[in-house]
């Protein structure tokens, strides 16, 4: 990194998607706008050695101090914005935009006889109906070859327009096929002039009900063993769905709306906004917030379009979100008092609208991944946090180990539990531990015994350890230096012993003992644990539990939670272990499920893969189809009396055998 740029992003913070990308001065003026296929492999061309880059590369990388990026849905999208953007920002860096060159369109000029679809840069042609810009030439040629495979019209010049209809001979272009005016002799007049207005209204609308028309009409034509006129229609149909891939991001000609893509969960929530103005995207902006206790995704909507607006800025007529609010009316008319005109706020389902929707979205969630991961790496943050632990549990140290259980099951049945490993603010999961539960009641019960399990095997270490002369001490400080076993148990460079390296003992689990317990859960969970803790007689160890719903921290024989500040590192890290052991727990608990339910019916004849997956969608577990009769067992689709009965008979007779 010292031969780079201090603001350079970490490799896995950059997706892998297609984007456009700025890079910003201190001011926050954009210096430079580029598109790119793949913005991390983009992207890390400009953060190689600074000796290496071009020297005018080397300027702009070196006089930014900060780059950030949109992603989009493809290439073509990125096209768009980037040439959206350049045109907005001016962007000094952009070298091949400072000359004013223009940009291509697709026009049609109306006002002649028999109008024609030209690729021009120049604008004011008499009566021409334009549509772009483009931002490469070959972007609008292969645009206007798709099309004129459904709307056939004129493209040849009017020097050889007027000779063709003077001799009566096609002209050179439609000799070939390229031309479809009244210069062909396929069309009257008339009827081109009709396939032109219908070229326009397309481009005007995009209309997508094309495509079922087109298909209708293709198989409609098949039926009758019509193929020539069927194969016209799978090549227009196949034309249209091209266009309509190519042509997302772009909405309607004068269009205005503002999309927001929201992504959140109990802390935090990422909004990123794409202001649409003339069917174009003019503006996006990205930021994250704290999120509210229980707020729902409608109560977060109303929340984020409040402070969108206001002071200077004003609502389009349009406004897009993922989910409409309770109050929607009441919000639509604030926004209409905003505005000074009525703004409509809608949920986007299908269609265009949609489209850019989901794009949004996307970037709201690699917001919110970017702002968790920058915020997890940070080693100030990290810091803060423990200490901030510390302080709010009232512990003697830092909490530079911590252990988090969680317990998973379904109604009772395939009980798991999980234990994830948190050292220094970062996830050990080469710790990772997972527990089967052979009998429990509650969650209460299920962790209290895995509690007495970890706690009994520290116990007997430390124990065994002390009568040894402590060769099982805690973790020191220094673990990870030269000479010291790491955590996969390899070693990287021991004592020797007459010049012979002595091997050192793999790692056991549950080596070292962790300076805080947390638990998923509040009172009583707490409650359970402590009395295991109580029950082990090992002392020095914190204890606490994490209720999910208002994210309060519960500490043992304490009447009241911790409250934590919601922006909080503290509290951020708590969420980040919790979420990381019921991850794992349900993770383990699906697969033993799979797994349980595969095994024993694997052997009854005829139940193949299809019909074990419709039993386990049906009963979720092994114990609730012991428990089931034959007459429950037939209910499953694909499952009749005589294999109930089969099915039956086998689980009696595994029952017995491991009764025996």
């Not at 900060?66 to 962007?91: H, M, R």
């Not at 493209?155 to 001799?167: E, G, I, P």
């Not at 479809?180 to 081109?192: D, I, K, L, Q």
Request: hydrophobic share 40%; with cysteine; net charge neutral.
């Amino acid at each position: 990194m010292a031969n780079t740029v201090p603001y350079r992003p970490r490799p896995g913070e950059i997706p892998t998607d297609p984007g456009v990308y700025r890079f910003r001065d201190a001011d926050r003026r954009v210096l430079y706008v580029g598109k790119a296929k793949n913005l991390r492999a983009r992207l890390s061309n400009y953060f190689a050695p600074l000796h290496t880059l071009h020297e005018r590369t080397r300027r702009m990388v070196t006089t930014a101090a900060s780059v950030e990026w949109t992603v989009v849905g493809n290439d073509i999208e990125a096209l768009q914005l980037e040439y959206t953007w350049i045109k907005e920002f001016d962007p000094p860096f952009n070298v091949k935009y400072r000359d004013d060159k223009s940009y291509p369109y697709l026009a049609v000029t109306l006002a002649d006889e028999a109008p024609r679809a030209i690729v021009t840069r120049r604008r004011g042609i008499p009566g021409a109906k334009y549509f772009g810009p483009y931002p490469k030439v070959w972007a609008v040629n292969e645009t206007l070859d798709l099309l004129l495979k459904l709307f056939p019209i004129r493209t040849c010049k009017d020097s050889d327009y007027k000779r063709a209809m003077q001799t009566g001979k096609p002209c050179f272009a439609g000799q070939i096929g390229r031309c479809f005016g009244p210069c062909s002799g396929r069309v009257t007049v008339a009827e081109h002039r009709a396939n032109v207005d219908r070229f326009v209204a397309f481009m005007q609308n995009q209309d997508r009900r094309i495509i079922t028309d087109l298909t209708q009409q293709m198989r409609a034509a098949a039926a009758v063993q019509d193929y020539e006129t069927a194969a016209r229609r799978r090549d227009e149909l196949q034309a249209a769905e091209s266009f309509f891939e190519k042509s997302a991001v772009v909405l309607r000609e004068h269009v205005d709306v503002d999309v927001f893509g929201i992504d959140h969960d109990e802390l935090a929530a990422a909004v990123h906004l794409f202001i649409v103005r003339g069917g174009r995207i003019r503006g996006v902006r990205s930021w994250t917030v704290d999120t509210e206790l229980d707020m729902s995704l409608g109560d977060l909507v109303d929340s984020v379009v409040q402070n969108a607006y206001g002071d200077d800025i004003r609502p389009p007529a349009e406004v897009v979100v993922p989910a409409l609010p309770d109050d929607a009316e009441a919000l639509e008319g604030w926004l209409a008092a905003l505005g000074g005109r009525k703004v409509r706020l809608r949920a986007a389902r299908r269609g265009d609208k949609a489209a850019l929707l989901d794009t949004a979205s996307q970037n709201a969630r690699q917001t919110l991944v970017l702002y968790k991961t920058r915020r997890s790496a940070d080693f100030t943050a990290r810091s803060r946090a423990l200490e901030d632990i510390q302080e709010a549990l009232g512990m003697a140290d830092a909490p530079l180990r911590i252990e988090c259980f969680d317990v998973s099951h379904l109604s009772g049945t395939n009980v798991v539990a999980s234990m994830v490993v948190f050292e220094d603010g970062l996830p050990r999961k080469d710790e990772y531990r997972r527990f089967t539960i052979p009998s429990t009641t509650d969650d209460t019960d299920s962790i209290h015994q895995v509690l007495t399990r970890r706690l009994a095997y520290l116990s007997s270490r430390e124990n065994g350890d002390a009568e040894a002369g402590g060769a099982g001490s805690p973790r020191p400080a220094a673990m990870d230096a030269p000479g010291a076993i790491q955590g996969d148990g390899r070693h990287d460079g021991g004592p020797a012993v007459d010049g012979v390296a002595v091997a050192p003992a793999r790692r056991a689990k549950f080596a070292y003992r962790p300076n805080l317990l947390v638990v998923d859960g509040g009172q009583p969970q707490v409650a359970a644990a402590e009395r295991a803790l109580r029950e082990s007689g090992v002392e020095g160890i914190y204890l606490c539990g994490i209720a999910k719903r208002l994210e309060e921290i519960w500490t043992p024989d304490s009447d009241f939670p911790v409250i934590l500040p919601r922006n909080s590192d503290a509290l951020f890290l708590f969420q980040r272990v919790r979420d990381e052991a019921h991850r794992f727990a349900i993770t383990h608990q699906r697969q033993r499920r799979k797994r349980d339910i595969t095994t024993v019916l694997s052997e009854v004849p005829g139940l193949g893969p299809a019909r074990v997956r419709s039993l386990l969608k049906h009963f979720g577990s092994v114990s609730r189809l012991r428990q089931a009769d034959e007459s429950a067992i037939s209910e499953v689709p694909g499952i009749g009396p005589a294999l109930a009965s089969a099915i039956r008979a086998h689980l009696g007779e595994t029952s017995r055998a491991a009764a025996d």
